[in-house]
Structures are given as C-alpha cells and as structure tokens.
C-alpha cells in the first residue's frame, strides 16, 4: 500500500545552521508533494510544495528536494531559528481525480539557542 | 490564521457518550478533510468531503461519521466513545484540486474518561 515515511523522528539542530528533514514516499503514483509545519498546540501550516515535474522548488530560507527515483523528498532550512522549532510533515497528493493526502509521522525540529 | 475554524477546542466525555465536532471550512474552499492525531502520532486520514459528497474515506471506524452541509461546514460525530478515540481532531479545507494545499483549523481536542 502507499506509505509516506520519515527517516527520523527528531532532529536536533544549532541555531543558525542549516537544517535538512528528509522523507520517503513509496506511491509512484503521486504527482504533487507539500510539507507542512506544527506548532505546539495549533494545527499544520503550510509550508511550501513541489509538483513531480520539478526536482527543486526555493522559498523564503526553505527549499523543497525531490528524487523521484528514490522517491525521496526533503525539506531544507537556511539559518535555522528558535521559532523553525515544531514537528514537520511530508504530505503527498495522488492523482485521481480528486485530492487525497496522505501525511508521513512527522519529524520534531529542535533548535539549539 | 487560517481562516478554518474549529469548535470546541476542547470536549472532555465519557465512555460510551456520543459527540460532534464542527468545522467551518475557509471561503470559497469546497472540500473538507478531517483527521486524527493522537499524542505524539502522525496524522490519520478519516474522510474527505466535496461540495457536500463524500469523496474519500480513510480509517474511519463504523462508530464514525461525517457530513458536509449545503453551507459547506461539516461536522464529524463519535459514538460510542472509547478511551482510544482520545487524541486531537483536525479540519482542513482545501479547493479540492490537486495542488490545492490544505489549510488547517487549530483541532479540537477530545479526551475520553
């Protein structure tokens, strides 16, 4: 079945450095990937997203990866800050017809002051 | 702020009691999703609507249900509550289009006693 997956749960980071979330997705069918951003206490933000037609995507100190021979997708942030601090989402969008996202477990951003 | 509201933001029950969550999609976004998150868990898919249709459904139990109203708001009803279904209900809505990011309400946490 398709899966969305994290390769690590949590990540401890400097403040000011770099920080690089990755993920892992296995439906080769999907065509459209988001990450999204939860603070404590509020629901998942978006954040940025990359279409499979594109192997790179750059935000505001975010940059969005994606490999789709592997079918690994990661997530770059440029001078980590205390408030980059929450757990981080891949989320994949199938083709289909109709819009069904499918959430990887999340990996919580910890960054060291 | 999203612009998805969420109510209540917390409901304390029983066992066996029977609740309603409701959510106020953001305007002129036609698709609601709900979805569980227990503690420390990633994001379960439950249901999906569409201009008042079902669209997709995910692991949602039999003692759940969901609807979306002509106005677009839907609710999500729990029956038969057990102390599992604890966990933290969300609300997003979206365009429906792939390539719509979903936009989240703050949740409503549920806790089961």
């Known amino acids: 079945g398709e899966s969305v997956g994290l390769h690590l749960p949590t990540l401890s980071v400097q403040e000011g450095d770099n920080s690089i979330i990755n993920c892992a997705y296995s439906?080769?069918?999907?065509?459209?990937f988001i990450w999204y951003k939860q603070e404590s206490g509020k629901g998942p933000q978006f954040i940025i997203d990359?279409?499979?037609?594109?192997d790179k995507r750059q935000g505001q100190r975010v940059t969005v990866l994606l490999n789709k021979t592997v079918k690994h997708l990661s997530l770059q942030i440029a001078a980590t800050q205390p408030g980059d601090s929450a757990v981080y989402f891949c989320?994949?969008?199938?083709?289909?017809?109709?819009?069904?996202?499918?959430f990887g477990t999340g990996t919580k951003l910890q960054v060291i002051p | 702020d999203s612009g998805v509201t969420q109510t209540p933001k917390h409901l304390i029950t029983a066992t066996g009691q029977r609740v309603t969550l409701r959510c106020s999609p953001r305007?002129?976004?036609?698709?609601v999703y709900w979805y569980q998150q227990s503690l420390d868990q990633g994001l379960q898919f439950l249901i999906q609507?569409?201009?008042?249709?079902?669209?997709a459904k995910g692991n949602i139990l039999e003692r759940f249900s969901a609807q979306q109203f002509p106005d677009l708001h839907s609710e999500l009803n729990l029956s038969s509550l057990e102390l599992g279904d604890s966990a933290l209900y969300f609300c997003?809505?979206?365009?429906?289009?792939?390539?719509?990011?979903?936009?989240f309400g703050n949740g409503t946490r549920l806790t089961v006693t």
């Open positions: 997003a809505s979206s365009e429906g289009q792939v390539g719509s990011p979903l936009h």
């Open positions: 439906n080769s069918a999907s065509d459209y």
């Open positions: 990359i279409r499979s037609n594109m």
């Open positions: 989320a994949e969008n199938s083709r289909g017809g109709y819009q069904k996202v499918t």
């Open positions: 305007s002129g976004d036609l698709s």
């Open positions: 609507y569409y201009n008042g249709e079902e669209r």
